[in-house]
């Protein structure tokens, strides 16, 4: 049995994030399984020690390619290829419509680019199925430039904080002028963290990662809109953005 893959989940108990359980997947007799393991400590030996053991089918998922959208040029060693993760293979049932909802997110981002935004060349392609998307790769996100020790927030927060320097600080302008040109689409990231900010060679910075973009007011679980309501999320949304950046950065 082969570890392929290990992921830490956790509930809430009296308001507190506990550990639950290892979601774990492994591979054994060339077929992949998710399961889970409830020794955070220790590593299984064999698939009997296992928990909630199930098959994990990953041949021809993913969304048949639409006419329409674009396809990556070849040969695409030089992007960066965002892939579904086994964790999505094995626990969403709307796998494809995920995938449908960020080509078409990024497919619009292309029509419409920004600077400050991913460059997206276009989708991956498997036996007719969007198997990866295709974006310029940028060298290192801002987590990386300012807390290279993965310090946490609060010891982070604490520290002298010193790779903060002024280009670092006026690259939040750069950030905020992608988010509204975000917003200016009628989209939202939903996910600004330091992660999924980085930087090009010339230092200039763009906003990664559109798994979480959804129109405004559309809900992160549904696709119902509240339409009302979209003037003033949308106003809240980048007022807390410019909060969290410019705590983490001053």
Known sequence: MEIVQSNEAFKTIDGKFQFAYVKIFVRQDNILYSAKW??????????????DV?????????????????????????????????????????????????????????KHPHRNIAFYYGCQVTRNRVSGLCFKRYTSTLQENVNPQHLNKRTFFSSGRELVDDGIKASLDGILQGIRHLHSLGLVHNDVTPSNIMFGKDNTPVLVDFGSCRRVAESLRDRRLNGHMNGMILTLRLRWRRLILTRLLN
């Open 38 to 51: 409830m020794d955070r400590k220790n590593k299984p030996h064999d698939m009997s020690q296992l928990q």
């Open 54 to 110: 199930r098959r994990v089918e990953t041949q021809n998922r993913g969304l048949e390619v639409h006419p329409s959208w674009t396809i990556a040029p070849q040969p695409l060693d030089s992007y960066y290829i965002k892939t579904p993760s086994l964790l999505a293979y094995a626990t969403e049932s709307d796998l494809e419509k995920q995938i449908l909802r960020e080509v078409e997110t990024c497919e619009l981002l292309r």
